[in-house]
Protein backbone atom coordinates (compact mmCIF):
# COMPACT_ATOMS: atom_id res chain seq x y z
CA UNK A 1 0.00 0.00 0.00
CA UNK A 2 2.73 2.31 0.95
CA UNK A 3 4.71 1.52 -2.13
CA UNK A 4 2.05 2.58 -4.40
CA UNK A 5 1.29 5.39 -2.72
CA UNK A 6 4.63 6.42 -3.49
CA UNK A 7 4.64 5.26 -6.64
CA UNK A 8 1.67 7.42 -7.26
CA UNK A 9 3.56 10.18 -6.12
CA UNK A 10 6.43 9.92 -8.28
CA UNK A 11 3.66 9.69 -11.10
CA UNK A 12 2.70 13.66 -11.20
CA UNK A 13 6.81 14.86 -10.00
CA UNK A 14 8.18 12.71 -13.39
CA UNK A 15 5.74 14.31 -15.27
CA UNK A 16 6.22 18.01 -14.02
CA UNK A 17 10.21 17.69 -14.56
CA UNK A 18 9.03 16.10 -18.08
CA UNK A 19 7.13 18.90 -18.82
CA UNK A 20 9.76 21.91 -18.04
CA UNK A 21 10.54 21.38 -21.48
CA UNK A 22 8.15 23.46 -23.57
CA UNK A 23 9.00 21.24 -26.62
CA UNK A 24 7.90 18.20 -24.17
CA UNK A 25 4.88 19.98 -23.23
CA UNK A 26 3.44 20.46 -26.32
CA UNK A 27 4.38 17.17 -27.47
CA UNK A 28 2.39 15.66 -24.23
CA UNK A 29 -0.33 17.99 -25.03
CA UNK A 30 -0.39 16.57 -29.20
CA UNK A 31 -0.38 13.06 -27.81
CA UNK A 32 -3.61 13.55 -25.20
CA UNK A 33 -5.52 15.49 -28.46
CA UNK A 34 -4.67 12.66 -30.51
CA UNK A 35 -5.60 9.59 -27.73
CA UNK A 36 -8.87 11.63 -27.51
CA UNK A 37 -9.75 11.72 -31.06
CA UNK A 38 -8.57 7.58 -30.99
CA UNK A 39 -11.42 7.04 -28.58
CA UNK A 40 -13.95 9.04 -30.53
CA UNK A 41 -13.27 7.33 -33.71
CA UNK A 42 -13.25 3.87 -31.89
CA UNK A 43 -16.72 5.04 -30.65
CA UNK A 44 -18.06 6.03 -33.39
CA UNK A 45 -17.28 2.54 -35.44
CA UNK A 46 -18.66 0.75 -32.34
CA UNK A 47 -21.92 2.85 -32.65
CA UNK A 48 -21.83 2.33 -36.54
CA UNK A 49 -21.45 -1.32 -36.10
CA UNK A 50 -24.38 -1.79 -33.63
CA UNK A 51 -26.73 0.86 -35.29
CA UNK A 52 -29.83 -1.74 -36.35
CA UNK A 53 -29.40 -3.34 -32.73
CA UNK A 54 -28.66 -0.86 -30.18
CA UNK A 55 -31.37 0.61 -28.07
CA UNK A 56 -32.95 4.51 -28.32
CA UNK A 57 -30.70 5.91 -25.83
CA UNK A 58 -27.29 4.60 -27.44
CA UNK A 59 -27.29 8.16 -29.56
CA UNK A 60 -27.56 9.93 -26.20
CA UNK A 61 -24.64 7.98 -24.48
CA UNK A 62 -22.85 8.58 -27.52
CA UNK A 63 -22.95 12.16 -26.77
CA UNK A 64 -22.33 12.23 -23.70
CA UNK A 65 -18.93 10.14 -24.65
CA UNK A 66 -18.01 12.93 -26.86
CA UNK A 67 -18.58 15.67 -24.90
CA UNK A 68 -16.39 13.49 -21.80
CA UNK A 69 -14.13 13.34 -24.16
CA UNK A 70 -13.84 16.35 -25.55
CA UNK A 71 -14.23 18.22 -21.87
CA UNK A 72 -11.01 15.83 -20.67
CA UNK A 73 -8.90 16.81 -23.76
CA UNK A 74 -9.99 21.11 -23.39
CA UNK A 75 -8.84 20.23 -19.13
CA UNK A 76 -5.98 18.74 -19.44
CA UNK A 77 -4.31 21.48 -22.45
CA UNK A 78 -5.94 23.95 -20.38
CA UNK A 79 -4.10 22.91 -17.71
CA UNK A 80 -0.84 22.18 -19.31
CA UNK A 81 -0.62 25.55 -20.65
CA UNK A 82 -1.25 27.36 -16.84
CA UNK A 83 1.56 25.24 -16.17
CA UNK A 84 3.62 25.97 -19.01
CA UNK A 85 2.93 29.57 -18.13
CA UNK A 86 3.80 29.28 -14.74
CA UNK A 87 7.39 28.13 -15.60
CA UNK A 88 7.64 30.65 -18.21
CA UNK A 89 6.71 33.11 -15.54
CA UNK A 90 9.37 31.25 -12.68
CA UNK A 91 12.30 31.42 -15.46
CA UNK A 92 12.12 35.23 -16.22
CA UNK A 93 11.22 35.80 -12.56
CA UNK A 94 14.53 33.87 -11.95
CA UNK A 95 16.15 35.78 -14.88
CA UNK A 96 15.57 38.97 -12.92
CA UNK A 97 16.56 37.74 -9.65
CA UNK A 98 20.15 36.85 -10.96
CA UNK A 99 19.76 40.35 -12.90
CA UNK A 100 19.88 42.05 -9.49
CA UNK A 101 22.13 39.65 -7.89
CA UNK A 102 24.69 40.71 -10.45
CA UNK A 103 23.81 44.24 -10.23
CA UNK A 104 24.64 44.05 -6.60
CA UNK A 105 27.67 42.64 -6.88
CA UNK A 106 29.27 45.08 -9.83
CA UNK A 107 28.25 48.25 -7.45
CA UNK A 108 29.75 46.88 -4.44
CA UNK A 109 32.49 46.31 -6.34
CA UNK A 110 32.59 49.60 -7.52
CA UNK A 111 32.34 51.22 -4.28
CA UNK A 112 36.16 49.36 -3.74
CA UNK A 113 37.39 52.14 -5.98
CA UNK A 114 35.65 55.13 -3.75
CA UNK A 115 38.04 57.48 -2.50
CA UNK A 116 35.74 57.92 0.88
CA UNK A 117 35.96 55.33 3.37
CA UNK A 118 32.74 54.99 4.09
CA UNK A 119 31.75 54.32 0.93
CA UNK A 120 34.17 51.49 0.78
CA UNK A 121 33.25 49.90 4.23
CA UNK A 122 29.69 49.71 2.95
CA UNK A 123 30.75 47.84 -0.11
CA UNK A 124 32.86 45.33 1.60
CA UNK A 125 30.31 44.04 4.10
CA UNK A 126 27.74 44.25 0.78
CA UNK A 127 30.22 41.84 -0.95
CA UNK A 128 30.41 39.79 2.40
CA UNK A 129 26.97 39.46 2.34
CA UNK A 130 26.22 38.58 -1.26
CA UNK A 131 29.03 36.00 -0.31
CA UNK A 132 26.53 34.68 2.52
CA UNK A 133 23.82 34.48 0.29
CA UNK A 134 24.92 33.12 -2.44
CA UNK A 135 28.01 30.58 -1.33
CA UNK A 136 28.09 28.37 -4.55
CA UNK A 137 28.53 31.74 -6.42
CA UNK A 138 30.12 34.33 -4.88
CA UNK A 139 31.83 32.88 -2.03
CA UNK A 140 36.01 32.43 -3.74
CA UNK A 141 34.90 35.49 -5.74
CA UNK A 142 34.55 37.67 -2.82
CA UNK A 143 37.30 36.33 -0.83
CA UNK A 144 39.80 36.76 -3.84
CA UNK A 145 38.57 39.97 -4.44
CA UNK A 146 38.61 41.34 -1.25
CA UNK A 147 42.04 39.53 -0.43
CA UNK A 148 43.47 41.66 -3.50
CA UNK A 149 42.36 44.63 -2.40
CA UNK A 150 44.46 44.21 0.66
CA UNK A 151 47.37 43.14 -1.29
CA UNK A 152 46.90 45.99 -4.02
CA UNK A 153 44.15 48.72 -2.97
CA UNK A 154 43.77 51.20 -5.20
CA UNK A 155 45.15 55.10 -4.76
CA UNK A 156 47.21 53.85 -1.76
CA UNK A 157 49.74 56.58 -1.01
CA UNK A 158 46.44 58.94 -1.45
CA UNK A 159 43.98 57.37 0.36
CA UNK A 160 46.20 57.38 2.97
CA UNK A 161 46.78 61.04 3.27
CA UNK A 162 42.85 61.06 2.79
CA UNK A 163 41.95 58.39 5.97
CA UNK A 164 45.10 60.25 7.95
CA UNK A 165 46.79 56.82 7.84
CA UNK A 166 50.65 56.56 8.73
CA UNK A 167 52.71 54.31 6.96
CA UNK A 168 53.59 52.11 9.62
CA UNK A 169 49.47 51.84 9.86
CA UNK A 170 47.06 49.58 8.74
CA UNK A 171 43.78 51.42 6.89
CA UNK A 172 40.72 50.29 8.48
CA UNK A 173 39.36 49.79 5.47
CA UNK A 174 41.90 46.28 4.80
CA UNK A 175 41.04 45.99 8.47
CA UNK A 176 37.43 45.22 8.25
CA UNK A 177 38.45 42.79 5.46
CA UNK A 178 41.12 40.89 7.71
CA UNK A 179 38.66 40.58 10.41
CA UNK A 180 35.85 38.95 7.78
CA UNK A 181 39.21 37.04 5.89
CA UNK A 182 39.68 35.45 9.91
CA UNK A 183 36.54 34.41 11.56
CA UNK A 184 36.32 30.99 13.38
CA UNK A 185 33.50 30.54 10.58
CA UNK A 186 35.20 31.52 7.36
CA UNK A 187 38.23 29.32 8.78
CA UNK A 188 35.85 26.75 9.14
CA UNK A 189 34.82 27.11 5.32
CA UNK A 190 38.35 27.17 4.17
CA UNK A 191 39.16 24.02 5.36
CA UNK A 192 36.15 22.80 3.74
CA UNK A 193 36.63 23.79 0.34
CA UNK A 194 40.64 24.41 0.37
CA UNK A 195 40.63 27.48 -0.22
CA UNK A 196 44.36 29.13 1.03
CA UNK A 197 43.93 32.61 2.73
CA UNK A 198 46.74 34.30 0.62
CA UNK A 199 48.21 37.51 1.96
CA UNK A 200 51.51 37.48 0.15
CA UNK A 201 53.59 40.70 -0.25
CA UNK A 202 50.86 42.53 1.75
CA UNK A 203 51.44 45.62 3.73
CA UNK A 204 49.82 44.19 6.83
CA UNK A 205 52.02 46.90 9.26
CA UNK A 206 50.06 47.49 12.63
CA UNK A 207 47.27 44.77 11.60
CA UNK A 208 45.22 43.16 14.51
CA UNK A 209 45.09 39.76 13.93
CA UNK A 210 44.75 38.93 17.80
CA UNK A 211 43.90 35.20 18.26
CA UNK A 212 43.71 34.86 14.29
CA UNK A 213 43.83 31.36 13.14
CA UNK A 214 46.16 31.77 9.97
CA UNK A 215 47.08 28.35 9.63
CA UNK A 216 47.79 27.22 6.05
CA UNK A 217 47.92 31.03 5.35
CA UNK A 218 50.74 32.44 2.46
CA UNK A 219 52.50 35.73 4.23
CA UNK A 220 55.14 35.22 1.98
CA UNK A 221 56.66 38.38 1.50
CA UNK A 222 54.08 40.34 3.81
CA UNK A 223 55.19 43.35 6.03
CA UNK A 224 53.83 42.35 9.38
CA UNK A 225 56.28 45.13 11.40
CA UNK A 226 54.23 46.01 14.68
CA UNK A 227 51.34 43.90 13.53
CA UNK A 228 49.52 42.55 16.86
CA UNK A 229 49.44 38.90 16.35
CA UNK A 230 49.38 37.92 19.89
CA UNK A 231 47.15 34.20 20.62
CA UNK A 232 47.56 33.88 16.56
CA UNK A 233 48.05 30.61 15.23
CA UNK A 234 50.93 30.36 13.21
CA UNK A 235 51.80 26.83 13.46
CA UNK A 236 53.88 25.52 10.72
CA UNK A 237 54.14 28.80 8.49
CA UNK A 238 56.40 29.85 6.76
CA UNK A 239 57.37 32.87 7.55
CA UNK A 240 60.86 33.05 6.35
CA UNK A 241 62.36 36.32 5.84
CA UNK A 242 59.13 38.62 7.23
CA UNK A 243 59.45 42.06 8.92
CA UNK A 244 58.10 41.17 12.26
CA UNK A 245 60.01 43.81 13.72
CA UNK A 246 57.90 45.51 17.31
CA UNK A 247 54.97 42.64 16.46
CA UNK A 248 53.46 41.49 19.44
CA UNK A 249 53.05 37.69 19.14
CA UNK A 250 52.25 37.40 23.21
CA UNK A 251 51.21 33.71 23.60
CA UNK A 252 51.18 33.05 19.78
CA UNK A 253 51.86 29.41 18.51
CA UNK A 254 54.81 29.04 16.56
CA UNK A 255 55.22 25.64 16.50
CA UNK A 256 57.39 24.29 14.39
CA UNK A 257 57.21 27.73 11.99
CA UNK A 258 59.97 28.17 9.93
CA UNK A 259 61.50 31.60 11.31
CA UNK A 260 64.66 32.17 9.39
CA UNK A 261 66.30 34.83 8.64
CA UNK A 262 62.88 36.86 10.15
CA UNK A 263 63.48 40.07 11.69
CA UNK A 264 61.93 40.36 15.13
CA UNK A 265 63.77 42.78 16.81
CA UNK A 266 62.10 44.64 19.62
CA UNK A 267 59.45 41.41 19.03
CA UNK A 268 57.56 40.69 22.37
CA UNK A 269 57.31 36.93 21.72
CA UNK A 270 56.84 35.83 25.99
CA UNK A 271 54.73 32.99 26.47
CA UNK A 272 54.56 32.25 22.49
CA UNK A 273 55.24 28.80 21.50
CA UNK A 274 58.43 28.08 19.69
CA UNK A 275 58.87 24.24 19.68
CA UNK A 276 60.83 23.34 16.69
CA UNK A 277 60.72 26.66 15.34
CA UNK A 278 63.50 27.40 12.95
CA UNK A 279 65.54 30.39 14.07
CA UNK A 280 68.32 30.10 11.76
CA UNK A 281 69.88 33.58 11.24
CA UNK A 282 66.68 35.46 12.97
CA UNK A 283 66.99 38.37 14.27
CA UNK A 284 66.12 38.63 17.75
CA UNK A 285 67.89 42.29 18.80
CA UNK A 286 66.38 43.25 22.20
CA UNK A 287 63.30 41.06 21.30
CA UNK A 288 61.05 39.89 24.55
CA UNK A 289 61.58 36.40 24.62
CA UNK A 290 60.92 35.69 28.71
CA UNK A 291 59.04 32.08 29.59
CA UNK A 292 59.64 30.98 26.22
CA UNK A 293 60.05 27.65 25.69
CA UNK A 294 62.86 27.32 23.04
CA UNK A 295 63.32 23.33 22.83
CA UNK A 296 65.11 22.05 20.06
CA UNK A 297 64.63 25.26 18.57
CA UNK A 298 67.12 26.18 15.66
CA UNK A 299 68.52 29.47 16.90
CA UNK A 300 72.14 28.59 14.70
CA UNK A 301 73.52 32.14 13.62
CA UNK A 302 70.62 33.89 15.52
CA UNK A 303 70.90 37.73 16.46
CA UNK A 304 70.41 37.93 20.41
CA UNK A 305 72.35 40.75 21.21
CA UNK A 306 69.85 42.57 24.29
CA UNK A 307 67.14 39.46 23.88
CA UNK A 308 65.06 38.93 27.40
CA UNK A 309 66.01 35.19 27.73
CA UNK A 310 64.54 35.37 31.39
CA UNK A 311 62.88 32.01 32.20
CA UNK A 312 63.13 30.82 28.79
CA UNK A 313 63.47 26.94 28.10
CA UNK A 314 66.75 26.37 25.69
CA UNK A 315 66.77 22.47 26.13
CA UNK A 316 68.29 21.04 22.95
CA UNK A 317 67.94 24.49 21.56
CA UNK A 318 71.25 24.73 18.41
CA UNK A 319 73.19 28.07 19.63
CA UNK A 320 75.47 27.10 16.75
CA UNK A 321 77.30 30.60 16.09
CA UNK A 322 74.60 32.66 17.70
CA UNK A 323 75.12 36.08 19.18
CA UNK A 324 74.22 36.44 22.01
CA UNK A 325 76.46 39.34 23.74
CA UNK A 326 74.58 41.48 25.99
CA UNK A 327 71.11 38.89 26.59
CA UNK A 328 69.53 39.90 29.38
CA UNK A 329 68.29 37.86 32.03
CA UNK A 330 70.14 34.43 30.58
CA UNK A 331 71.71 31.94 33.29
CA UNK A 332 74.73 28.97 32.92
CA UNK A 333 71.73 26.55 33.77
CA UNK A 334 70.23 27.72 30.16
CA UNK A 335 73.45 27.46 28.24
CA UNK A 336 73.73 24.61 29.70
CA UNK A 337 71.16 22.92 28.25
CA UNK A 338 71.50 24.40 25.16
CA UNK A 339 74.03 22.48 22.16
CA UNK A 340 75.86 23.24 18.55
CA UNK A 341 76.88 21.68 15.38
CA UNK A 342 80.20 20.08 16.22
CA UNK A 343 81.80 21.98 12.70
CA UNK A 344 80.25 25.11 13.60
CA UNK A 345 81.70 28.03 15.63
CA UNK A 346 80.43 28.17 19.29
CA UNK A 347 78.29 30.91 20.48
CA UNK A 348 78.97 34.73 21.11
CA UNK A 349 78.19 34.95 25.04
CA UNK A 350 77.92 37.74 27.70
CA UNK A 351 80.43 38.36 29.97
CA UNK A 352 80.44 35.46 32.96
CA UNK A 353 79.11 33.11 30.98
CA UNK A 354 80.88 29.70 29.86
CA UNK A 355 80.07 27.55 27.10
CA UNK A 356 80.44 23.56 27.46
CA UNK A 357 80.21 22.86 23.81
CA UNK A 358 77.52 20.25 24.11
CA UNK A 359 76.79 18.78 20.94
CA UNK A 360 73.16 18.18 19.33
CA UNK A 361 71.43 14.78 18.90
CA UNK A 362 70.23 15.86 15.52
CA UNK A 363 74.34 16.10 14.41
CA UNK A 364 74.78 12.65 16.21
CA UNK A 365 73.69 10.78 13.84
Known sequence: MVDALVEGIKVPVRLIRYCRDKNRLMALIRTTLIIGLYFIWVDESNATVCADECDANSDLIHSEMIRNYGLL?????????????????QQQANITKQGHITERFSKASEMLGSKELPVRQGGIYALWGLADEYPGRYQEVVWNLLRAFVRNPPHN??????????PDQVRPDNQAILDLLVTKETVQLRDTVGYQLNLSNSNLSGVN????????????GANLSGADLSRANLIVLDLSGLDLSEANLKRANLDSANLSRVNLQGADLSGANLNGADLNRANLFAANLSGLDLSWADLSRANLIGANLSGATLSGADLSGANLGDARNLTQQQLDEACQNPDADAPRLPDGLEWHGRICERYKE
Open 73 to 89: VAAFGAGALAFWRSIIN
Open 157 to 166: TELNLIDHVR
Open 209 to 220: LSGANLRGADLS
